[in-house]
């Protein structure tokens, strides 16, 4: 009986393609954007990402990664003072202008690491070495900002091409010259500017006129304390904000600021409510689409129920019936959709824009609403098939 | 028919796409170990730590030698770096102006001693008054006493050292014009046994006690993870009872001031195995439990 409602699933292939068409866009629709979406989001917390350490130390008025409010220099012999500190470094995070050598200027986010310890560098360098950055006027920028900011070179045969900074190419910064010495591979920030790295000292000199240039107090905890813990133990004694630092959506605690990060840009932004109206869109989508032409498809079919009910069958097992129809277009809507989903991101992924992540949560939530809908669908061709006259395959 | 052959078709495509999409998902989670940094940090070993930042300065303090007047630079004999006693020329001022006026002063201190001793034998013959000698007599002191006052003038335009040590700082060069009460052009100082100035923000100033135990970590001086201590034990000698505005992080006279520190003096013995330096910045920790001794 089962094959049965297989092979009536299968046999109209009009009605099949129709259905498939309307679960898989659906799904895919989801799919895609809650990825588009979770993806810049996780580009509001990328100096999380990029910077790796237990817990960060903040002014008390700080909400999100990307907005440090300054801090006095003594504040990092405050937090060294907390107990339950192993140790701790100062970072200076700022947006500056770069002035580049063709006379053009580019918004830069600059970082200012630990002179001594280098604690906040980038854990991947493609080019140079991290030591260099002692040299005086030296800087490492990211691959994608060495991109960016690269020259434009007409070759002989007339054709420009855009050549990327490299070590030993320079440019300022607040009149100082900045030398690359290193490129590093770092995830790439919301603010859009690329990362130039360099040394906290030098990062001082860099924003001559500043009066208070400690962003953020990066700190590692003693073994046998938790990162929390101590976040607790610095607020009560520094009056200052501690977060631990854990970046991933699902997992990070009450405490992360790349968690106070993604909800101050959900509150204080239109991006979850232009993605949230895709992803309900394509719900809406795929309910219409698929409960139209499962409805349609019941109708038509609905002189072999009539038959089936007529051979003996109960209201239950027709239900059964349709409830497989509606399980297999379903799933085979799912694949497809995410299937088509995950090629788009794959691409956007190897471009790098615009951002895409799709979580396992995604899928699983994508799979769910999509077999939602299709039984939402089935639901209303039961109602049909229960009030069948099995009379009515003789009538005919 | 052929509806076997689509039904499994579609079925393995949707089946490919779950696959691929389990995979990309699965690259999803972003949460980077935290790895230590590329050099050892001056880590903390216990609790009841207090922090501080400090300045290695050599024990006598060091002297900053100044100019008795403006003038020009003639020579500058002290070399930085090298040892000097008490006495020895540093700084020596353009004298082109006081040797002559010296000689004149001297000169003119010869001719009325001798005017005063010409008179001497005529006292009481009538040729001369008892006024007139007194008169000559004290022009000839009052000229030796302005020789004198050239002479040492000359004198002063050598600046010596006034301390046993060494030369730290010479910033001057012949030729160029110092001021008096200016920016001292030499620095000398007795570096044979070093000192740290180590500053607490004033807000953890009531935690600090004296005679309270410390170690430092020398800044620069890098050691990769698990290199072995680099840390130097300090010895307590005082603590500073004027609280002042922070200037010890870069030494810069443009610093600006946005907190005052506690300022803590402890000692140390020079380590054998490496150099330390003058003017070197220290990250101090100051063991404030109760047993610490």
């Known amino acids: ?396 | 028919m052929n509806k076997f052959p689509l039904r499994l078709l579609l079925a393995a495509v949707a089946l490919g796409g779950v696959l691929a999409a389990t995979q990309l998902a699965s690259t999803a989670a972003e949460n980077p170990a935290v790895s230590p940094p590329p050099y050892q940090p001056a880590v903390r070993d216990k609790d009841g730590l207090l922090s501080a930042s400090g300045l290695v300065e050599a024990v006598a303090e060091n002297t900053l030698v100044g100019v008795p007047f403006a003038g020009l630079v003639a020579d500058v004999p002290a070399k930085v770096s090298r040892a000097v006693k008490a006495g020895d020329p540093l700084l020596v001022l353009d004298t082109r102006e006081l040797r002559p006026a010296a000689a004149a002063a001297v000169a003119a201190a010869e001719r009325a001693e001798d005017v005063a001793r010409r008179m001497q034998p005529l006292r009481g013959t009538g040729a001369v008054s008892e006024s007139a000698l007194n008169e000559a007599q004290f022009a000839a002191r009052e000229a030796r006493a302005r020789a004198d006052l050239a002479a040492a003038q000359l004198e002063r335009a050598t600046v010596r050292s006034p301390i046993d040590g060494t030369v730290l700082q010479v910033s001057v060069r012949p030729g160029e014009f110092v001021a008096a009460g200016g920016k001292a052009p030499v620095v000398v100082g007795d570096i044979s046994r070093l000192q740290i100035r180590c500053d607490i923000d004033e807000q953890m100033a009531p935690r600090m006690r004296e005679g309270l135990p410390a170690k430092g970590f020398l800044k620069g001086e890098l050691a990769k993870p698990g290199a072995p201590d680099r840390s130097l034990p300090l010895r307590f000698v005082r603590i500073e009872p004027f609280v002042v505005p922070k200037t010890s992080l870069t030494g810069a006279s443009a610093e600006r001031v946005d907190t005052r520190v506690l300022q803590v003096i402890y000692q140390f013995d020079r380590p054998a195995d490496r150099p330390v330096f003058v003017g070197q910045q220290m990250d101090v920790y100051i063991d404030t439990n109760p047993d610490a001794k």
């Not at chain 1, 360099?198 to 962003?215: E, F, H, I, M, P």
């Not at chain 1, 994508?366 to 099995?390: E, F, Q, W, Y």
Request: proline share 4%; net charge positive.
């Open chain 1, 1 to 396: 009986m089962y094959r049965l409602a297989l092979n009536m699933l299968f046999g109209d292939r009009a009605k099949l393609a129709m259905l498939l068409v309307g679960l898989s866009f659906s799904a895919l629709l989801m799919a895609q954007q809650s990825s588009v979406f979770f993806g810049i989001m996780s580009w509001t917390y990328t100096p999380m990402v990029n910077i790796r350490a237990s817990v960060w130390v903040s002014d008390r008025e700080v909400e999100q990664v990307n907005d440090a409010k300054p801090m006095r220099d003594t504040d990092v012999t405050r937090v060294r003072s907390v107990d339950g500190v192993s140790w701790a470094a100062p970072l200076h995070s700022s947006i500056m202008q770069a002035r580049l050598p063709n006379g053009n200027f580019k918004l830069i986010s600059l970082v200012g690491i630990d002179s001594d310890t280098f604690a906040g560098a980038p854990a991947v360098l493609t080019v140079g070495r991290i030591e260099d950055l002692r040299l005086p006027n030296t800087v490492l920028i990211d691959e994608w900002g060495a991109n960016l900011l690269g020259r434009a070179v007409t070759r002989p045969d007339g054709t420009v091409e855009t050549v990327p900074l490299g070590v030993g190419d320079t440019f300022e910064l607040n009149d100082t010259e900045a030398r690359i010495v290193g490129v590093c591979r770092v995830k790439r920030a919301f603010t859009g500017g690329p990362f130039v790295y360099t040394t906290y000292d030098r990062a001082k000199a860099y924003t001559a006129g500043v009066r208070r240039t400690l962003s953020y107090v990066l700190v590692e905890p003693r073994p046998g304390v938790t990162p929390a813990e101590l976040c607790d133990r610095i607020e009560a004694e520094t009056g200052l904000r501690a977060w631990t630092s854990e970046t991933d959506l699902w997992t990070w605690g009450e405490r992360s600021l790349a968690r106070s990060t993604f909800w101050w840009f959900w509150r204080n932004t239109g991006i979850p409510f232009s993605f949230g109206t895709a992803v309900l869109l394509g719900l809406f989508v795929g309910i219409a689409i698929s409960g139209q032409t499962f409805y349609s498809f019941v109708l038509e079919n609905l002189r072999y129920f009539a038959a089936i009910k007529a051979m003996g069958a109960g209201s239950g097992l027709l239900a059964r019936m349709l409830l497989l129809q509606a399980l297999a277009a379903g799933l085979l809507g799912f694949g497809l959709g995410v299937g088509m989903a995950q090629a788009i991101g794959r691409v956007m992924i190897e471009k790098g824009m615009p951002p895409f992540v799709l979580y396992p949560q995604v899928l699983v939530a994508t799979l769910v609403l999509v077999l939602g809908i299709s039984l939402c669908s089935a639901l209303i061709g039961m109602v049909k098939v229960a009030r069948v006259d099995p009379a009515s395959v003789f009538r005919a």
